[in-house]
């Protein structure tokens, strides 16, 4: 019986082989140099290698050893992608990626001619389409204001107190070509002139200017229509951009103090700190002694971030299960989301060099348009630079976080990938290259544990989410009324 269907097993294979002569047999071998490609990639560059381990608790020994055995058991090239797609999915990181090469497209044309799309274009201006995740202008008796301005709001009453609604649905200025088009109308330029490098970037500013003061006026409304307490719908907003920093400061009249940011040891930043000292040294000419001092100081800060990151951490220890390490495996320079300043000092504005030690000030915003109680809906669907909003204003005690946990994106790349292609396959590997630390000194990449839990589940419809929500609601307002009024006097 068993030779009759070891038979039957082989004569079931061969027609499978000859009927595809021309495709190229399977390289397990191939493969397997690959999963070693990406170890040795996590082994150079991946900021939540500490996590990983510690954290989350991923064997990663164990994790690449079992890899091989089943990239050698794989038959296909699917079954091999799907021992990558485990890892990615295993270590629960959002910013852990492989991108797999796709063939190229026929008929593309060859080489790169001017561009001749609308400056907005060029920028990355785009809407994302219509949103779906929005929960709280959703509420029961919620009243819309009128406009919208890419920022829905309006006023529901809960247990007799008018609570604003604000709604975010990308964390990225960029997602309101509206007003990127507005800033172009206004924008003075001779007539007939290719907007060049120059032009774009004083567009580029100015566009995300007019996106704040979009978000500004539409937190004016709210407190103008009698709004006593306000709630930022944050849920399923998967990120943005380094906006983040300016936006989470329209929201509280604290001094926000901004997350640590810790940085692999890699040349990528010894490259990248350096270019820093030498900014920071030209932005030290011509400036008065006092300024030259201080400017100084925040070029040490780069310095000891470069010798951080020129010297090397083993990382076999968090490859042994058991094995520790004796070094940090992220810098530990005092350096921040916002540079090597950590919250905004109102002494340097009008500085040149202002946005060089806190970039917030590249833009013009008013901090602490909104004074009073705040809350900050969040989901599984939240990440990355929403993570960072929330995170932020969680270790400020400057609002209540409502909601489930998030999703744990953390930092994501900073000024540049560090560039990874897997020789065989070709596929591209996407690492954080950076982490940005709670104030607890925990890594961000875990998420945001909200104060108000709400039991939200992923497979909810909307209904169910707006029911949580709302039955949720009386206690969150009274815990943001609470933290508010133990609030310093400012």
């Known amino acids: 019986m068993r030779l009759a269907l070891a038979a039957a097993l082989t004569l079931l294979a061969v027609p499978a082989v000859a009927q595809t002569p021309q495709a190229p047999a399977f390289d397990a071998e191939g493969w397997v140099s690959d999963l070693r490609q ?40 699917a079954d091999a992608r799907e021992v990558f797609e485990r890892l990615e999915k295993f270590l629960g990181d959002g910013h852990v990626d492989f991108v797999w090469a796709q063939p190229p497209a026929g008929g593309a044309a060859s080489g790169a001619g001017p561009d001749d799309r609308p400056p907005c274009d060029i920028l990355g201006f785009k809407a994302d389409g219509r949103d779906g995740q929005a929960i709280a202008t959703r509420l029961p008796g919620y009243q819309a204001l009128e406009g919208d301005s890419g920022f829905p709001a309006g006023i529901v009453e809960v247990d007799g107190r008018k609570v604003g609604v604000i709604r975010i649905a990308q964390m990225s200025a960029y997602a309101h070509p509206q007003a990127c088009a507005a800033a172009f109308a206004a924008f003075s330029r001779p007539a007939g002139e290719p907007c060049d490098d120059d032009c774009l970037e004083s567009l580029r500013v100015m566009a995300v200017d007019r996106v704040t003061e979009d978000l500004t006026a ?49 040349p990528h930043w010894v490259e990248r700190f350096a270019r820093d000292e030498q900014r920071f040294t030209e932005a030290a000419r011509g400036q008065s002694r006092a300024d030259r001092t201080r400017l100084a100081q925040y070029r040490a800060v780069f310095t000891q971030a470069r010798q951080e990151a020129a010297a090397p951490c083993d990382p076999a220890p968090w490859f042994t299960p058991g094995a520790k390490s004796d070094c940090a495996w992220l810098t530990t320079a005092p350096l921040y989301a916002t540079g090597p300043m950590a919250e905004l000092d109102p002494s340097i504005g009008g500085k040149p060099w202002a946005a060089e030690v806190f970039t917030p000030l590249t833009y013009r915003f008013e901090p602490g348009v909104w004074t009073g109680p705040l809350m900050v809906l969040v989901d599984h669907g939240t990440g990355s630079a929403t993570e960072q909003f929330a995170a932020v ?41 950076c982490a940005r630390l709670r104030a607890d000194g925990t890594n961000e990449v875990g998420g945001v544990e909200p104060d108000v839990l709400i039991g939200f589940r992923q497979n909810d419809g909307p209904r169910n989410r707006i029911a949580r929500l709302t039955a949720a609601l009386p206690g969150a307002v009274a815990a943001a009324e609470t933290q508010a009024k133990a609030r310093p006097a400012l």
Request: aromatic share 4%; hydrophobic share 40%.
């Open 38 to 77: 990406v170890r040795e990639a996590m082994g150079s560059h991946y900021a939540n290698l500490d996590w990983a381990v510690n954290e989350r608790e991923a064997p990663l020994g164990q994790l690449f050893q079992v890899g091989e055995q089943r990239l050698r058991m794989a038959r296909s090239d």
């Open 218 to 266: 539409r937190i004016r409304a709210l407190r103008d229509a009698g709004a006593e307490t306000l709630l930022v719908d944050l849920a399923g907003n998967g990120g943005g951009s380094e906006w983040t920093e300016v936006a989470v400061r329209l929201f509280s009249p604290i001094r926000l103090k901004s997350a640590r940011v810790g940085f692999p040891r890699h």
């Open 393 to 433: 204003l969680q270790d400020n005690a400057a609002a209540v976080i409502v909601g489930s946990p998030t999703s744990g994106a953390g930092c994501g790349h900073a000024r540049g990938e560090i560039e990874t292609v897997l020789k065989h396959s070709g596929a591209r590997l996407r690492l954080p290259n």
